[in-house]
């Protein structure tokens, strides 16, 4: 008897032409209320060996913030630069979210702060941490990775970051609520334990915040109202690095890993899972172009998924493609 699998494969969208874009250092991808796709790229900056000295102050100063637009909107079906703003504000980029306000919300591991841009508004609207001074009290971060804005509550969750192992809650106008986690002990990593917290997720359905812990090489969710931890996803697939993550409404999760280690087998990869059994469902790699260092993904509801290289200085799109097999019972 014949049997029809009904099958989703994620592809590369080989005729999208984005990966022509010419971008900088791409670190941060979000989408914006209008499904548009936002880039955070470095322009002509680089974090390099040079960037930052032992005590994580930045170093190149004297370069100036990055002349060149560093977000930039893009028509999710031409790539056409719909919009693009950010310049003489940034030294080095990172993470990068939209509220649903459409507010830009992003990191910079150089100034070791997060800003809240309004659309229309060239001045920050808010602007949290002490420019150029790490640091890992309520005022001072340390390469701050990712910021996430809770959806009812407004609140501001930032994943701080290189050198810091920990999650900060603020309230809306940015005073501190909150903190959790603690650097990864000798051994195996513990819950609530991170070697940099790299990127957010909110998954508001679940009232909880996933988190890519990239060094312990897994995605680890808390519950966003308290900081408890609930579970840890890990795949021997993921190898040792955890990039960044995304959950879309429905219940999928995206996630990209990082390159292989000398002698490590596991290839660097997209992965889509079922956020309730954590599960993989699939993986992905581009066509044209290779990854190099995959470094954030965002996807939209009709599962198209983007994913932003910091060394390949590429952005992907790739959309779930419905294969129909047969199969004989
Ligand atoms: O991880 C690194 N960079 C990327 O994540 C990034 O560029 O955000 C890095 C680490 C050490 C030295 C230089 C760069």
């Known amino acids: 008897e014949e049997v029809l699998d009904q099958d989703f494969h994620i592809e590369e969208a080989v005729d999208w032409p984005g990966v022509n874009l010419k971008l900088g250092q791409v ?19 680089v974090w390099d060996r040079n ?48 509220d649903k306000d459409g507010n830009y919300w992003v990191t910079d591991v150089a100034l070791h702060q997060v800003f809240k841009l309004g659309v229309h508004d060239k001045e920050p609207l808010l602007i949290l941490g002490r420019s150029l001074q790490p640091g890992s009290d309520k ?32 309230s809306p106008n940015g005073m501190f609520i909150m903190q959790w986690g603690e650097e990864t002990s000798v051994g195996k990593a513990k819950p609530g334990q991170f070697r940099i917290p790299h990127s957010l997720t909110l998954v508001p359905e679940f009232g909880q915040l996933c988190v890519a812990d990239r060094g312990n090489g897994r995605i680890q969710c808390f519950r966003s109202e308290t900081g408890e931890f609930t579970r840890e996803i890990k795949h021997k697939l993921f190898g040792r690095e955890l990039f960044a993550v995304s959950y879309i409404p429905g219940g999928l999760l995206f996630a990209v890993n990082g390159v292989p ?26 066509v044209r172009k290779s990854f190099e260092m995959p470094h954030d993904v965002v996807a939209s509801e009709d599962k198209t998924v983007y994913v932003g290289d910091v060394h390949a200085k590429t952005v992907w799109k ?12």
């Open 51 to 98: 960037s930052f000295d032992s005590s994580f102050v930045y170093q190149q100063r004297g370069l100036g913030p990055i002349e060149q637009n560093t977000i930039l909107v893009i028509d999710p079906s031409n790539a056409e630069v719909l919009d693009s703003t950010g310049k003489n504000l940034f030294y080095l980029p990172h993470g990068l979210s939209i």
């Open 261 to 286: 280690y000398p002698g490590d087998i596991e290839p660097v990869q997209g992965f889509m899972m079922n956020f309730s059994t954590g599960e993989i469902m699939d993986t992905f790699i581009p």
């Open 318 to 329: 790739f959309t779930s493609t419905e294969k129909m097999e047969h199969r004989s019972v």
């Open 139 to 170: 005022n001072h971060f340390c390469q701050p990775t990712d910021v996430a804005v809770d959806p009812v509550t407004g609140n501001i969750y930032v994943s701080d970051g290189y050198c810091n192992s920990r999650i900060v809650v603020f």
């Open 27 to 45: 670190s941060g991808l979000a989408l914006d209320p209008k499904n548009n796709l936002v880039i955070f790229h470095r322009g002509d900056h």
